[in-house]
Every structure is written in C-alpha cells, then in structure tokens.
C-alpha cells in the first residue's frame, strides 16, 4: 500500500515510507542521502518515543527538513536544533 500524503504519521513504519517518498535530488550522493533519510527516521523515532533530538542539525538539504515535518506541516523538531543555510536578502 502506497503512502497517502494526507495520512497522518503514526508509528515508524508509516515514518519509513513517508521517508522513503522523498526522491534523492539530482547530483546529490547515494549514499549521503541514504544517511541524510536515516537521520530523518531518527527523529522521527525520538519523536514516537516521546524524547527530544538532541543533535543539531547542520545545513541539512532542504528536502531533509520536509522529511521532519508531519503531512499537515508540523515540525517535529524545535528551531534550535537546525541551522540552515540563510539567503543573501535575508
């Protein structure tokens, strides 16, 4: 069964495939996509266990932090924890 987009997330089987739907951006590295989705999958983990990610997350791709949010959009990580890169008009 396909993941729906609209489906809540509710347990780290439907994180996988929510995860998994997100494809490797063109000339980004197998394998650090593969580490970039198990990070992903890491947190969603601390997310179901009810404890907070710890690490900070640095200048991740930004499909990374799609891959963190619910399907309604929600972050599931605090802003403290991510540093992303800023755009020169910022």
Same mark, same amino acid.
């Given at each position: 069964?396909?993941? &729906?987009? %609209?489906?809540?997330?509710? =347990?780290?089987?439907?994180? *996988?495939? +929510?995860?998994? /739907?997100? %494809?490797? @951006?063109?000339?980004? =590295? @197998?394998?650090?996509?593969? #580490? #970039?989705? *198990?990070? !992903?999958? &890491?947190? +969603? *983990?601390?997310?179901?266990?009810? /404890? @907070?990610? &710890?690490? #900070?997350?640095?200048?991740?791709?930004? $499909?990374?932090?799609?891959?963190?949010? #619910? @399907?309604?959009?929600? $972050?599931?990580? %605090?802003?403290?924890?991510?540093? *992303?890169?800023? $755009?020169? $008009? !910022?």
């Amino acid at each position: 069964m396909a993941f &729906q987009a %609209s489906n809540t997330v509710t =347990n780290l089987a439907e994180a *996988r495939l +929510w995860v998994e /739907r997100f %494809s490797r @951006p063109m000339g980004f =590295n @197998p394998y650090a996509w593969e #580490t #970039t989705k *198990r990070l !992903a999958l &890491q947190v +969603w *983990r601390c997310h179901f266990e009810g /404890r @907070p990610f &710890q690490r #900070t997350l640095n200048f991740m791709h930004p $499909s990374f932090y799609d891959m963190i949010r #619910t @399907p309604e959009g929600i $972050s599931l990580i %605090s802003e403290h924890h991510v540093r *992303r890169h800023r $755009s020169v $008009s !910022a």
